[in-house]
């Protein structure tokens, strides 16, 4: 009896488990590198995607076929264009009521299944952005499963299809590559947000003990020596860095969000204050006056949450090790401390206006709470705003 | 009693045993047949042997030449139950002897070589070994080499193989036991173990299932093995062979019974573990640290050969997320130029590789060299050159197969391969999800079988005592048991 | 010097195998912990189901002596080991049903339900027909990879992410962990299998077995790390995200999904897991299927032929109707499976007879 039931299993599984598994030829698929999204002036979605062809040749350029449509202000989803690009990569755009309905449009006329699996860069209009859309739609590219949790949201002031179909891969490596040792690069300078990755972005839109940051990007379309002044290098937002870098576009600073919402930005050097602060400067660098400093690894940094009255009191406690790499310190450690405390209250108290909670206060005024009614009753989003801040810094300099 | 085919036992009539020897050997169709009577001092006598199976000159020196010598009046008192101990006493300088009675005891020895020395008034025979036909010497092992240790192996001559486990063994208590084996053609084995060591239930169990056998001719320790084993229907194998004279002394030590065959260059060790399967003799012969590492490097190896094909086509059909950019854009593209699907691809250069193996042992030598080459090289290259493969699988195929060919234990390495036909099938069904599942279900299967009453996976599972010697090879210092199938207080 | 007669050696055989069966209840409670938590936990007490998994818990240990209790009973009883018959049969289904889910929504999220469901079915089903011994074996070899794995690839996905998922710290209120935490019983249920001696003493007499029986405490220990550890899976759930992460997670499979993947190539890291968490599904599917068929044929003496068969046969039908009416099915019935534990429990008390 034995032998037989395990030969009954034996030709069952031969039989029942090759089909139905839902697996496909790689070739079926349509790899996305990078994926922007655009409102439409019908109050729908462009989605534009960047995507591997499977060929080292380049995509021949088409005339906008849709175009006529378009014009006539038609509110059906339309298919996009492909445009001449580098080798080895294809642009595709697609327009309907939700970014899922356009992807899947893109997949029915492609055709190709899309997958997201490669994802390194969602661009978001800032125009969307600064609306209630973006998570609505950032949930939607992270259900599908295959979507790549670590890709870096970025938003731009530009059309955010041009900014992705500017974008291409210098010194002969791979887009895909290129884009994770650029992120990797601007991380490592602590000019952009440390957790601007899809999954990391959702989670803090959906929490409400902390927020969102997204790296805010732009074309660089021009020198823009004159708009310079005094100010540091990395001391303003994207599109007016002062030298021609080959690359078209520039990522600087954060685009800081409140619940769902953008609500502004931060710059180059407040970002890498805001790095600082939350415990993510290890090993960047940091422009104080008119020297830039290494950061060491041994940074401590404390965020407390005090309540003094029933009124709370932000605090920011840090303790860096600095070293000179560049231009002349101007400053005793002391003078740098001081400057540094005020950076930081400067920067705590312009968060507070946005009503934005990028440190996270939020996760140490919720373990005063025992459960979630509590929370929810505690008010804390109109106390964070009328907090007081408390900054201290400690510099050494090697 | 009457004579004839149906003859149990010798009669005192030399006469009549000799027309039942010549009607049962089919004398006189039969040429190899030697039966010769003579006048052994006051009586006479005869000896049967088998022509090549002898040593003739021996037979002529010290049998009968002096059974021939003695006087006219010898052993003329001698009663007739005793004349052949008269000879053997007084004549004949042979050393191993043994009284039989039976036709066919003594036709089943004459036909193994040895001489058969009747008398008249004798109702029993003296078998005298004489063997003296032609057999291979001692050469190197085929498919177990080392860099260290010995480099015997076992042949074809049952006698030879025993010599060469008590040149290792010298112990008293190392017992031969012959057994005749099969149904209408038997095949001649010897059992060896250690008297104190080896576990008397388990020997039971052996001697009873060699003792079952009704095949008419099993002929190698292989096809012996498949029939003492609990599971035929396995991929694993449940007894370890092995050509290795210091192996199989290893497993005497450890209380496992040796199986020899006569015509077998192999012993077969039982009962064994699948830690057998997957040691070598290198590693206890080298320090435990070097015997540690080549034992990891050839896990890693197996694990190679039986996962890659399969994870790679999983990965392909159903997680490419999990590769890494740049090569997803290698796959990618070479991909879309290939226009068969993956799978029939991936089966394809699999059973090619199995194939060229095939090849490669079956062609004459010369060309068997060459055969690598040209598969290699010239198939290889076209078919990748002709987009009907993609480079990649063809690494991947390439790296099991040399992960195959780190399986130190012949059978399970032609195991293993359908195992890894299994797993890529179910990678490209169902992805690294039925992978695991059927993984599992295999180490279910594993885990379940016993070889002659002994779990297959102890001491791992169930745990059992154990030296320091199963995946990581510790120092010898600190391996003081004996295997946990020996007898529990050796 | 030891004891090597060959009393001793029974002896020795027969705690090997109690400590193989152990270590396979052990695996399932910790499997069904994990599964009941993901499932009905978070959906009632979202961040605070590892609070609510703890009271299963001290449920574990009481089932363990009652399990003991009947173990070293010679006493027959067949309504006990009909309920436990059923009883099994269901978490095999439970365990299946998870399994399904699990796999659907993370693996393969382009195969069909069914597909998945044969396909975890027969896998189940195979690892039955190879035997008892063979699933228990395996478990124990298999226990340190299980945990140890766990525990590891948990460790490295959340490392840098805060322990601020686990606040507040009673969820959505004390009520619903309360009620969570009733639901969370019927993880301890799978403790019983340990009622029923492992297939590979029946040759030994019973009064050798029931000599050679370890103390209450050698299953004890064990039962409660499972246990343990899945709560601690259920801690790591929580700490992956806030709560608010947990309550838009409406499918059963996604909720399972130990920390997201938060770099490129990390997708490895939770593939691995994933595999891990399917493993101990189907070894716990397969262990308790294994385990009805065993406490039927002791229920139904003449069914003793058929009863793996008859065991898959239902296990099949069943898994076949969740598929059909939705897999969250199970869910909403699992917490019920705490009565048929808690009758099965009671039954094992009673007289025990010496050996």
Redesign the interface.
Known sequence: ???A??AV??I??LL????????????S?L?V?ALAVDPAPDGSLTVTVKA?S???EAAAPQSGEDAPAQEAGQSAPSAGQTETVEP?YVTLSATADSCLSALNLLSATTPRSV?L??L?EIVLSETLARTDATLTIL?QIDAL??A???AIVVVTPDDAGDFIRRQYAMFGV?L??YL?VLFDHFAQLGTIPANA?L??V??AM?????DAAAVYAAGNAFDATLLLGDASPTDRLPGHLPRTSPAKNEYLGSAVFSGARMVGTLTGDETAILRMISGQALNTSISMGEAIYQISVHTRTRRTLDWVGGVPVLGASVSIRMALSAGTQQQTAAELARQLESDAQQLLRKLQAMGSDLI?YG??A??R???????EASGWETAYRTANVRTTARVRIQ | MRMGEDAITLTDDLEINLRCLRERLCMPDNQDVLLRRFRSGAFESALLAIDGMCDTREIDENILKPCMDLPRDAGADVPGGERVAYLMENAVSILPMQMKERFDDLIADALSGQCVLLCEGSAAACVMDTRGFDKRGVGRPEAERVVLGPHESFTESIRTNITLLRRIVQRETLITEFVSVGGAMKTRCALLYLRGTADEAMLARIRQRLCAIDYDFPLTTGEIGQFIEEHPGSLIPQTVHTERPDRAASFLAEGQVIVLTDGSPAALGAPSTIWHQLHTPDDTSMRWQYGTFLRLIRLLGIAVHVLLPGIYLALLRFHPELFSPMLLTSVYESGSRVPIPVYLEALLMTLAFDLIGEAGLRAPGSMGNALGIVSGLILGQSAVSADIVSPLLLIVVAASGLGGFCVPNYALSIGLRIVQLIVLTAGAAGGLYLIALVLLALLCSLCRMQSIGSPLTAPVTPPRRANPDILLRLPLRRQKARAFFAKHDS | MPNTTPESVVAARIRAAYRVRACAAAVCTGAAVFALGTGAGMAICLNAAWLAAAAALPACALLTLLAHRALTSSRPARLRNALLAALMLLLAVFALAALVSLAKQTMLPHATISYIARTSFLMAALCCAFGGAGVSRLMFALRFVLVLGLAALCALSLRGESASGLFPLLGPGAQQVALAALCMLAGAAPVLLLALPPAELAEIDEATRLGATPGPGFFLWRVLLGGAIGVLLLAALSLGGPYERIAQETSWGQRMLLARASGPRAGGTQTALLILQAAALLLCAAQTMLAGAQALSAALPRLQPFALPVALALCAGLLTALVYTGLETALRAAPLLSLPAAAAGALCLGRRKSP
């Open positions: 009896m034995k032998r039931l395990e299993l034996l069952a599984a029942l488990t090759g089909s139905g598994g839902g697996g496909r030829e790689i070739e698929c790899f590198i591997l499977g060929t080292q080895g997958d699996s490669q390194r949930r499963y295959e790549n949790a670590g791979r895909s590559q994770e990755k999954s990391a959702i989670s959906e929490s409400s003990t902390a996270g996760r140490l919720v373990r709470c025992a459960d979630i009614p509590a929370w």
